[in-house]
């Protein structure tokens, strides 16, 4: 056993107790579902994010908001974080052309919300990490699926899994759900309402 003074355990049982386990279920209060990621409800077709609404349903996490780019057109990105710093999860919100790319106080409509945190499951009970194996034990092997980029996508109902990067195979080769399972693909991300590609 280690021999730690007695008046030492007192306060180390307390930050076992307290702080702990603030971490450890910090995201676990709420989940992913079609309809909602916790407090944030997510109307289809009408869902909308700002800095300032993040911060009111989520007051425990940091947020940060820009401009991103990429392959796509520019899109305002949200990123909500723990506080000890771990990615929960992203907003983007696409920008149409003609319409300014400066940062904004207003809402924007939700183009695609992430999830890369194991701490929030979805609301079949999938998180990050888990297996394409069992995807199909809790959703079935019937998901639409397919490549965006070099990820393997699949999902249905609002609710999409990416499974990474997998160079081994052509985005122009048959690959299903089942043939993930037997190559062990792992979660990468769970996203709303449809697949999201890195």
């Known amino acids: 056993m280690l021999d730690y003074p007695k008046r030492m355990f007192v306060p180390f049982l307390l930050f076992l107790l307290v702080a702990a386990p603030f971490e450890l279920h910090a995201a676990d209060e709420f989940t992913i579902s079609p309809t909602a990621l916790g407090p944030l409800k997510l109307p289809f077709g009408h869902a909308t994010a700002s800095k300032a609404k993040l911060q009111r349903l989520f007051p425990k996490f940091t947020i ?5 780019q990429g392959d796509s057109p520019n899109f305002h990105i949200f990123e909500v974080s723990s ?5 929960l999860f992203t907003i983007k919100s696409f920008i149409e052309e003609g319409k300014s790319d400066k940062e904004t106080a207003a809402e924007v409509p939700i183009s695609i919300l992430s999830v890369y945190s194991r701490t929030i499951p979805d609301s ?4 990050v990490g888990d297996s394409a194996s069992k995807v199909i034990a809790r959703r079935g092997k019937n ?34 759900l089942e043939s993930a399972a037997r190559e062990d693909l792992r979660i990468q991300s769970i996203s709303w309402p449809g697949p999201a590609w890195e």
């Open 124 to 127: 079949y009970g999938l998180r």
């Open 64 to 68: 940060k908001y820009g401009i991103g």
């Open 83 to 87: 506080p000890s710093g771990e990615l």
């Open 143 to 176: 998901l639409k699926s397919g490549w965006g980029h070099f990820d393997f996508l699949a999902g249905d109902g609002l609710i999409f899994y990416r499974f990474g990067n997998n160079e081994k195979h052509s985005v122009d080769e048959p690959f299903s």
